[in-house]
Every structure is written in structure tokens, then in C-alpha cells.
């Protein structure tokens, strides 16, 4: 079938199904359709639409057509139109679902060291891949590939589409579960799902996000010498806890060929900062060297224009020592490392500890409803200025205090965004009523005999401060900051009596700076007044 007709068929199919059911619905409502068309003996509508309901009782599905008109309807488009195009089917299906499918650019990366070796392939969750997926499979024909996925209807999709392929092999797994299958595989790619809340349960995985039980899951299944190819959140670089310990596990029983920081807009459908990481199953050498890259989006103008290609913006390489002594995979912190200011800090003889072992960290509390003749203040993003808070313009609320206890603001916290577009920081000063943070206010309570308040933001605010606060955010146009991530990040700490000098200091340029611009201000609308009295 000639392609341009098939795409325009495609959408026709959509648009005729749009009408009665919604996009989870499509590829099944196609699939009922496509094996009633190959297996009805009377075109009578009621005849066809029985068969209909034995095809869905068969496949244990629901019948997704409203009616027998709706059904005998799209049955004669189909008839009419030509067989469906089911990579097309399935990629546009994602889409209207709002799900990733890996743009041809990202996939290309993924698969440029397929080599020779890479006999034997998984592709796991492979409706991501589907924009690609032909093209991987005729251009490496000397390859097994295996494609799994977790959906009936993909699954069947996806056999469809690899029926003329003797290489090909598609089974229903879920790889987020320990021992999903019993074989192993010279390359395996990967984009599983991240960015949500829940939690795998299983007990043998280090991390149970199942971003971090796939990488951990998936290097259990490679050949020695295999390759896993993995689209992961920026969070697996820095973040601390169980996280750390799984990275731990990867760079201690395997090789990092390459940690590649993606662009901006990646996936259409989430601003998580991802990063591609490239394992291989052998053992890690002291003396090899990890790529370090950072992609940009090639020309594209904004991340609203779909991805075309991928270029390489800044590159170098670590040795795993480097890699061990930072404690993290952060590329940020690695190509930092070549940024004056951080050469400066890492150079310092000041003492440094983490943040975590010097403070208390956690999030403000989600609250409903404004009380103007409430007993408690909320501190909302709003309310934070450069250098203080607007206790003025505070929200106020009603509760029993008791309730929120383990939120009531204390003096010299510090408060910060969890979330935004601007990193800014504000000592809390107590006040005559009680107050708490919002649920998007991230609050650090530092240990007084070790940590001044004012000496934190003074560090915060600083372009180092700053640069290893960026290194925590999940997010990219907009910061997204976990307060469990916060705690792994570095600060100097000299002796508490040098840290209150630092703060003092501080304060009084402060006061004569914010002085100062008042008289400006002061002499300047004098002038201005009398200047316009014509």
C-alpha cells in the first residue's frame, strides 16, 4: 500500500472512532475489527456484529463499539479504506494517550554500537520504540530480537507489525518484575516508565522506583559483554539513599560506557530532566574511560517543534576513581568541574559536609482555604523576596496547632521553592502568630551550633551555591527540587565563629545597601516631582 495513502487512512480510521470511544479504546476496537473482517462468512451487519462479540468474548476484552450501527459503520470504512498500517496505528494511539514514544534521533544513539556482536536483542517496551522499530529490525537482519511488552493490545500490535520478520519473537512481560524471563541478550534498550509515584513490591530489587528497579532488573539480563541502552531521570545521578546504593551496585559489577545528559524537550510529554547511561557487562576497570556528553536539540527553535536530531555540545570522559570520589554520576557536577568557580571550591581548604549531617530538610505542609482572621500564616513562593519575606502579605488559615506541630516555622530556617522557575532563598524571622510553609516551600533547619542561617544563604545564593542547587533539579524550564535530595549536596563549613562574622558582615552591607537605595529612591522621586510641575 502506498505509504502517504496508509497515513492518510490511519487517521481516518482515528477520526471515525474519535466519535464514539476514547484513544485507550482505538487499537482494540482495531483488532476486533481487523479479525472480524479475516473471519466473518456473512457481511450482513447483524451477522458481523455478532461475530463482534464473540471476538471480544473470545479475547476476554470489552466490546468497545457503542452499538451495531457504530461497528458495521467503521467495519465498512475499513473494508472500504484498505488494511490498517499498525506501527502508525500504535504510534498515534501513544500519542492521543499522551505516553513516550522515543523520537528516531534518541534511538539512533541508543543503537549506534550495535555492531557485529549484538546478536542476540531485547527491546523492552517496545511500543516506545515504534517510530523506529522496522527500521532497527532491517538494518541488523543477522540479529534475534525479542520485544516485550506489558499490553495485550500492543502485544498483538506489535506482532502484526513483525509478522514478515523470521527474527523477530514478541511476548507479554513486565520487566519491572525479577526474573520477568529467563534468558540474556548482547543489547538490550530501555525507556521505562518514570516520573510517578509508585512503587514496585518486590523485595529483591536495591531501589524499588521502577525506573531504578529497570536499570537494576535489565543488567541482570545481559550477555557478558552486553550493552543495556537506558532513558533514565536526571535523579539517578544525584539522588541520595537507596538510589545511591543501586549506583553503587552498577558502577562496582559493571562498566559505564557513557552518561549523556538529554536536552530540553526530549519527550513530549514531560519537562523531567533524562539522561541516556550506557552499561556494559564487564568488569570495571580503573583505566577506561566513561564518555561524558551533553546533547543539545540540534536546530530546533523550542521544545514545542518535534525532535529531529541530537548534537553533541560539550564532551569529556572520567575515569571511575573520578567518578567515585565525586559520590554522584552528576554530568552538571563533572563538566562543572572544568567551571572556575567550582575549581575554587573543590580546591578550598574549608572543612565540607553535607547538607543533610549539618540540618534538618523538609517540605511545607499542603494546606486548603484562606481564613483572613486565621491564627496561623502560610508562607507561600509569592511571599519570598532577594533578600527577606513579605510577612505582610502572608495567607492565613484556621487550624489547631497541635495538628501541625512538626510544621511551625522556627527562627533562622531557611526557606526555599521546591518548585518554580527562580531559585530564591529567605531566613525566616518569627513572628507575633504562628507560622507554617506551603507544600511548595522546602525548609532547611540548621543545626545552630554548627550552621548559621544567614551563612546557608549567603552560601546558597553564591554562584557555586547555586550551581549545586541546580544539580538536584529534576526538572528543566521548571525546577522541580527534592528535599531528600537537597541533603546530599555539599557546603563548606568553617568553624560556627567564622560562619557568624561572615553573616554579620552581611547584614550590615545589607542594611546600608537597602539604605542607600531608599535615599535614592527618596531623592530621585523629589526630583521627579518637581521636574513635572509644568
Known amino acids: 500500500m502506498n505509504q502517504a495513502k496508509s497515513s492518510d487512512n490511519t487517521w481516518m480510521y482515528i477520526n471515525s472512532l474519535r466519535a464514539f470511544m476514547g484513544p485507550d479504546s482505538y487499537l482494540s476496537a482495531a483488532l476486533l475489527t481487523d479479525e472480524v473482517i479475516h473471519s466473518a462468512k456473512d457481511n450482513s451487519s447483524s451477522s458481523l456484529y455478532t461475530t463482534l462479540l464473540q471476538c471480544a468474548d473470545k479475547a476476554g476484552v470489552a466490546n468497545p463499539f457503542p452499538n451495531e450501527d ?53 527491546i523492552a517496551e517496545a511500543e516506545k520504540f515504534v517510530a523506529s522499530l522496522s527500521q532497527i529490525i532491517e538494518q541488523h537482519p543477522d540479529s534475534k530480537f525479542l520485544l516485550t511488552t506489558q499490553n495485550r493490545d500492543y502485544q498483538k500490535v506489535l506482532e502484526k507489525m513483525c509478522d514478515g520478520y523470521a527474527n523477530v519473537s514478541v511476548t507479554l512481560t513486565n520487566i519491572y518484575c525479577y526474573e520477568f524471563i529467563n534468558k540474556r541478550f548482547d543489547l538490550i534498550l530501555s525507556n521505562p516508565i518514570f516520573g510517578g509515584r509508585d512503587l514496585v513490591d518486590d523485595s529483591h530489587f536495591i531501589c524499588r522506583e521502577t525506573d531504578f528497579v529497570a536499570l537494576e532488573n535489565l543488567s541482570l539480563h545481559l550477555n557478558t559483554g552486553g550493552l543495556l541502552d537506558i532513558v533514565l531521570p536526571a535523579r539517578i545521578s544525584f539522588a541520595s539513599g537507596k538510589a545511591g546504593d543501586l549506583r553503587q551496585f552498577i558502577q562496582s559489577n559493571y562498566s559505564i560506557r557513557e552518561l549523556s545528559e538529554l536536552p530540553e524537550g526530549t519527550f513530549n510529554y514531560t519537562g523531567i530532566k533524562t539522561y541516556l547511561l550506557k552499561v556494559e557487562n564487564t568488569r570495571p576497570s580503573e583505566d577506561e574511560d566513561i564518555d561524558i556528553k551533553r546533547y543539545s536539540a540540534g536546530d530546533r527553535k523550542n521544545r514545542r517543534e518535534q525532535l529531529t536530531s541530537l548534537e553533541v555540545e560539550d564532551d569529556t570522559f572520567v575515569m571511575l576513581p573520578e567518578l567515585e570520589e565525586q559520590g554522584n554520576w552528576s554530568v552538571d557536577r563533572i563538566f562543572a568541574k572544568q567551571d572556575e568557580d567550582f575549581v575554587a571550591f573543590q580546591n578550598s581548604a574549608t572543612r565540607k559536609e553535607l547538607l543533610k549531617n549539618v540540618a534538618e530538610i523538609f517540605r511545607g505542609k499542603a494546606v486548603r482555604g484562606k481564613d483572613p482572621d486565621g491564627n496561623i500564616g502560610v508562607v507561600n513562593i509569592s511571599n519570598i523576596e532577594d533578600f527577606d519575606i513579605d510577612y505582610d502579605s502572608l495567607d492565613k488559615i484556621s487550624l489547631d496547632e497541635r495538628k501541625i506541630a512538626t510544621y511551625i516555622l522556627e527562627e533562622g530556617d531557611i526557606i526555599l521553592p521546591a518548585r518554580g522557575t527562580a531559585i530564591r532563598t529567605a531566613v525566616f524571622h518569627k513572628q507575633p502568630y504562628t507560622c507554617i510553609a506551603s507544600s511548595n516551600l522546602i525548609v532547611i533547619r540548621p543545626n545552630s551550633e554548627l550552621l548559621n542561617s544567614t551563612y546557608l544563604k549567603i552560601f546558597i545564593d553564591s554562584p557555586i551555591g547555586k550551581k549545586l542547587l541546580a544539580g538536584t533539579q529534576q526538572g528543566l524550564s521548571t525546577m522541580n527540587i527534592s528535599y531528600k535530595d537537597l541533603g546530599a549536596i555539599e557546603i563548606p563549613l568553617p568553624p560556627i565563629e567564622k560562619q557568624r562574622s561572615i553573616a554579620k558582615t552581611y547584614l550590615e552591607e545589607l542594611s546600608a545597601y537597602q539604605e542607600t537605595v531608599r535615599n535614592a529612591e527618596k531623592r530621585w522621586n523629589e526630583a521627579l516631582k518637581k521636574l513635572q510641575q509644568f
Do not use: H
Open 70 to 122: 457504530a461497528f458495521y459503520n467503521f467495519y465498512r470504512l475499513v473494508s472500504e479504506g484498505g488494511e490498517f498500517n499498525w506501527g502508525q496505528l500504535l504510534q498515534l494511539t501513544m500519542e492521543n494517550n499522551k505516553m513516550p514514544v522515543l523520537p528516531e534521533a534518541l534511538v539512533t544513539l541508543m543503537t549506534e554500537e550495535f555492531g557485529g556482536k549484538r546478536r542476540t536483542v531485547m
